[in-house]
């Protein structure tokens, strides 16, 4: 059933390329359906158990997967977010088909990202979420796409290759037999050895969480990407080193996190201060939610880092959910450019004419800026309240990103949603059909789990104690 | 009847209209609303009447990871003496309002929205009192912070954005950016006071290992630890309670919230939302009990600021904002109380100016109604002829505040003052200057609006019509009465409040020989007959419309452009310096990851047609790797 549910969002796209135009969006969204539920009943049985199995026995790699935990959790969020971006893909995309080829193929990919227990495999499915994406930028794009193509995967490849080199490091200096994480685990390795090997596991992830100052591939390939918001969206969700850092870097290397604790987190809460203020003087509504985003993914840091038990639950919280929110803005921001022709935050009085459109993104803006009762706070005030148990004036200077996040999304909000309409403007149509459930349902998640979180809770926190106590941390 | 009921009561009925508009035609949804409220308020006060003198405490389910005592943290509602008559004002007043807004928002487009926002506020407010927990007062706290910028911004477009004419339009269209700054200025400095909240949560946190408000209170009295970890706690949250409350610093968003409809400024930024830091204290008595400093601070800043907005109140020429800065001072007193440790006294003043305040704001809703929007008191005058019933519920609005007595401002000033007078003389002087000040700045606000000639320019101002009437006359009645619930022992009364509100607070007996107490009373009343009788004669030499200080009354003394300087500009100016960084890193940091990811000799050659078979290669460098596993996995028969 896990193997099913990996592979087949890949099948689906494949199948599309043989399937009559016609039956397209049909047979996509009914695989991304599929691929939810079958992740629905999963999560009913409590999860899958770890499967382990040789595949290239020459190079010790095995294929070993395993959803449950926090990569359960992540996954729903992956199917049930990758379903919402294929009905909105069905309705707003004139011949879809190549484009939900592509957000399928990178579902697979990121929930075998989510369920890999193996270096080597995790690396591979980890590189096969960038060739969608890739894909996407360069066939989607906009005028500035290819700057923005070469730059993200220089950043990428870059980060990839140095994990690599880390990912050989650590089975050579430990001697394991294989690249099993279980097995890795049994053979630590030790010393500076191991400081240096995290070093290079965490370029790929500093790259992908993205920590300041390695974030500058995001503004641009948000910005570029499709006015639909739809790859923006697979984007949000392939920002996946929280998870990396959390399921990987911290049971491996457990000495060199708590050596390099005090610098990753000065740097974490640097870089949620740091998006936030930029996203103030932001003008373009998705290099905004880019910066908006690296300030969550600065925080999601924080959390990771400070090893500390309250903190790394809500950071996997937060990581999980903001790609919910965040993920349905970017769509919301599509559908603004649908009708106006433009992705500017100063249009002005669009909630005069489209009430509806305006009301659900100021409730998932309220999601993204924390206000409690919804989603994002649990992660976030979990996040900062861990944090200063471990250090006090670095959760204050990440705090200070929630005042900066009320400035940046209200002063948007506002330019674009309220005020007036200006003269002659072009009139504002409300949300219509598949457009409600489209923007409904990531809000009436945030709401949820914002309220009740206990079923994501009981995924997340078993699995944080588990790695924190094996680390001996606090 | 369970607590939780109570919230959700509005919550149902915000849903319901938020969702469903068109199912609520006319001013059905109004009704729906002001039905909620009202049920809300029938659960209350059967609680109330059933109420034991053990608190009670409801748990629903897990919310937050960690938090308490080892476990995690849960829903939960408290209720106390202290919750439950806050959650009396709340619904009642609440109703109160709902019922006069039905009439007073009668002609709005946005009807049956206004109603879901208010409903949503009840609900929030119910849910900020009622809380076990500090976090889920924050649920609360923030929500109240949401409902007020929906409700500040109600207007964000101008209340003639379709309107055909140009002139009526542009004017329409600066209204709209100045309601909608005013109300994101007010989201925005409450957020720097809730990050004082949340740093004072996560210090409790590290002091005592949990935010459940009766585990801290029962660990507080066992656990050592340092005073000056307890006095910075309480340091933090006297931040947040001050963004909420607005008080100084954190003062200006409270008068610019004028924006928002009439009944708005009475509910939220008057008889409920604002007087929240003053519950915060109160309700964390027990730790401000173990930290004098803090409280030192409390009682100042309460101080300073109930002169400061007496002191801007005095030459404003706004119907409301004169009341605004009015509500920003009378605040400050209730701080002044609960610093100096006068809890019962604090919340007293709450009570009483619950009623007087939003009759006041009621009252001046009423006003604009019958002037066709008009809110310069320059403009008005005379109106008691016009209006009797709102003249009289309004009079009884200015003797209330004025501390004239037997009216129940009277009684919750008189305590506070003699709370203050036992604390430190300073104090003392202060709050009586301001109770001179705020009775002179009443009076104006009365002469100006209901005596002399009528200067207005619509033909014939109407009466509040019934349902208005209502509400102003039943507020009138408590604002008038209300004070009897607490006549202070010298006085020959039994001080009911103080001892139903000592069971969940304890009540500090201040040592004052009763010689003392009549005097200071008859200093107060003095304060007040004095700045009345001020404003009179001024009304005789018709040089009211003028106040004194001038200028820098009319301009709040400057806070505001003190902030934008010091504040706001260097800020906006901090972002546009740090884009320009980060696009400029952007070229710095990419041009390494070209250097070392290029080989050296290409790098010199790059150009645009480069780019694309760049990043073509590394495409297929990266598809012929997966190819090369994928050949390995079928090679190798695994």
Not at chain 2, 3 to 16: E, M, T
């Amino acid at each position: 059933m896990i193997h099913l549910m990996i592979f087949l969002p890949l099948l689906g796209a494949l199948l599309l390329l043989v399937t009559p135009r016609a039956w397209r969006e049909e047979v996509a969204g009914f695989v991304a359906a599929l691929t939810l539920g079958l992740g629905l009943w999963l999560w009913r049985d409590g999860g899958a158990a770890l499967y382990s199995a040789p595949w290239v026995p020459a190079l010790g790699a095995t294929y070993s997967v395993e959803l449950a935990g926090p990569s359960l959790a992540l996954a729903l969020v992956t199917a049930l977010m990758t379903l919402v971006a294929v009905i909105y893909a069905a309705r707003r995309i004139e011949n879809p088909g190549p484009l939900l080829a592509l957000v399928l193929a990178m579902e697979s990919a990121l929930l075998g990202i989510f369920a890999a227990r193996d270096l080597v495999l995790f690396y591979v499915f980890f590189e096969a979420a960038l060739l969608p994406s890739l894909l996407m930028l360069a066939i989607y794009g906009g005028p500035g796409r290819m700057r923005a193509l070469v730059k993200f995967a220089a950043y990428t490849l870059l980060g990839s290759l140095l994990m690599l080199l880390s990912i050989i490091g650590v089975r050579y200096y430990g001697g394991s037999p294989t690249f099993a994480l279980a097995d890795l685990v049994r053979f630590p390795v030790e010393g500076a050895a191991q400081t240096w090997l995290y070093l290079g596991f965490l370029a790929a992830m500093a790259v992908k969480l993205p920590l300041w100052p390695l974030h500058a591939w995001l503004p641009d390939f948000h910005e570029q990407n499709h006015a639909s918001g739809i790859p923006d969206l697979m984007g949000t969700l392939y920002k996946v080193g929280g998870y990396g850092l959390f399921a990987f870097a911290l049971p491996l290397f457990p000495d060199a996190s708590l050596e390099l604790r005090p610098v990753l987190m000065a740097l974490a809460a640097w870089t949620a201060l740091y998006g936030a203020w930029i996203a103030f003087r932001q003008t373009n509504w998705k290099r905004l939610l880019a910066y908006a985003g690296l300030s969550h993914m600065g925080i999601v840091g924080l959390g990771i880092f400070s090893l500390n038990e309250t903190a790394t639950v809500g950071a996997l919280y937060l990581l999980a959910f903001q790609n919910v929110y965040t993920g349905a803005l970017f769509l919301g921001v599509g559908m603004l450019q649908e009708r106006i022709g433009s992705v500017d935050t100063r249009v002005g009085g669009v909630m005069t004419q489209a009430g509806a459109l305006s009301g659900l993104t100021m409730g998932l803006w309220f999601a993204s800026i924390a206000v409690p009762g919804l989603a994002g706070f649990i992660g976030e005030f979990s996040v900062l309240l861990g944090a200063y148990q471990v250090s006090p004036w670095l959760a204050f200077l990440a705090g200070l990103s929630t005042i900066a996040a009320a400035a940046y999304a209200l002063t948007a909000f506002q330019t674009t949603f309220w005020e007036a309409r200006p003269w002659g403007a072009v009139r504002v149509a409300d949300l219509r059909q598949t457009e409600w459930l489209v923007l409904g349902l990531p809000l009436a998640v945030a709401i949820l789990f914002g309220v009740y979180s206990a079923p994501a809770l009981n995924l997340i926190q078993p699995a944080v104690r588990g790695v924190l106590s094996a680390l001996g941390g606090t | 009847m369970p607590l939780f009921l109570l919230p959700l009561l509005p919550l149902v009925g915000f849903a319901l209209l938020i969702l469903f508009p068109r199912l609520f035609p006319g001013k059905s949804g109004g009704w729906l609303a002001s039905g909620t409220v009202l049920a809300s308020f029938v659960i209350a006060v059967t609680r109330f009447l059933g109420q034991g003198d053990e608190p009670a405490r409801e748990i629903l389910w897990t919310w937050l990871p960690g938090m308490a005592l080892n476990a995690n943290l849960s829903v939960g509602f408290w209720y106390d003496q202290l919750s439950a008559l806050m959650a009396l004002i709340i619904t009642g007043v609440g109703f109160l309002i709902h019922l006069y807004s039905v009439s007073y928002m009668g002609h709005d487009r946005q009807f049956t929205r206004f109603f879901a926002f208010l409903n949503f506020f009840v609900a929030m407010m119910l849910v900020l009192v009622l809380a076990d927990s500090y976090p889920l007062m924050f649920v609360g706290w923030e929500g109240v912070g949401v409902a007020s910028y929906l409700l500040i911004g109600f207007w964000f477009s101008g209340r003639n954005s379709e309107a055909s004419d140009r002139d009526i339009r542009e004017a329409s269209d600066r209204e709209g950016v100045a309601n909608s700054n005013a109300a994101r200025k007010a989201f925005i400095m409450n957020r720097i006071g809730d990050l004082g909240f949340m740093l004072g949560m996560f210090l409790l946190y590290r002091l005592y290992g949990t935010l459940v408000i009766p585990e801290l209170a029962e660990r507080v009295d066992g656990a050592q630890v340092a005073a000056a970890g307890v006095e910075l706690a309480c340091l933090f949250l006297l931040v947040g309670a001050v963004g909420k409350s607005g008080q100084l610093p954190l003062t200006t968003w409270l008068p610019d919230a004028m924006a928002g409809p009439t009944p708005v400024s009475a509910l939220i930024h008057a008889a409920t939302m604002v007087t929240a830091g003053v519950y915060l204290i109160a309700r964390s008595h027990f730790l401000y009990d173990l930290a004098p400093g803090a409280s030192t601070w409390v009682a100042w800043v309460g101080a300073l600021t109930a002169l400061y907005g007496a002191l801007s109140a005095l030459n404003q020429h706004d119907i409301k904002k004169i009341l605004a800065y009015s509500t920003v001072s009378q605040l400050g007193y209730m701080f002044l109380a609960v610093g100096v440790g006068a809890y019962s006294a604090g919340v007293f003043h709450l009570l009483t100016h619950a009623f007087f305040k939003a009759l006041l704001f009621l009252s001046a809703g009423a006003v604009i109604h019958a002037l066709h929007e008009e809110q310069d008191v320059r403009r008005m005058g005379g109106l008691r002829r016009f209006m009797p019933f709102t003249h009289l519920t309004a009079l009884m609005g200015v003797l209330a505040i004025a501390g004239i007595p037997v009216w129940s401002g009277f009684f919750s000033k008189d305590a506070i003052l003699a709370a203050a007078f036992a604390a430190s003389p300073l104090l003392y002087v202060v709050g009586l200057g301001v109770a001179f000040l705020t009775a002179y700045y009443m009076g104006r606000w009365y002469f100006l609006v209901w005596r002399g000639e009528y200067r207005g320019s619509v033909a014939h101002p109407h009466e509040a019509d019934g349902l208005m009437k209502v509400p102003l006359g039943i507020l009138a009645a408590l604002a008038t009465l209300a004070g009897f619930l607490n006549v202070p022992t010298f006085l020959g009364g039994g001080h009911a409040f103080d001892d139903y509100l000592g069971r969940a607070i304890p009540v500090h007996g201040h040592e004052i020989p009763i010689s003392t107490e009549w005097l200071l009373t008859l200093l107060a009343v003095a304060a007040g007959v004095g700045g009345l009788l001020w404003a009179a004669a001024e009304h005789r030499r018709r040089a009211l419309a003028t106040g004194p200080l001038g200028a820098a009354s009319a301009n709040a003394l400057y806070l505001d452009r003190v902030y934008d300087g010091l504040v706001a500009a260097p800020s906006r100016a901090l972002a546009a310096g740090l884009d320009v960084v980060d696009r400029g890193l952007d070229g710095a940091l990419s041009g390494v990851a070209r250097n070392s990811a290029a080989p050296g000799g290409l790098f010199s050659r790059w150009q645009s047609g480069f780019v694309r078979t760049y990043a073509v290669s590394m495409l297929l460098g990266t598809a012929l790797l997966l190819g090369y596993w994928a050949l390995r996995t079928i090679g190798g028969g695994a």
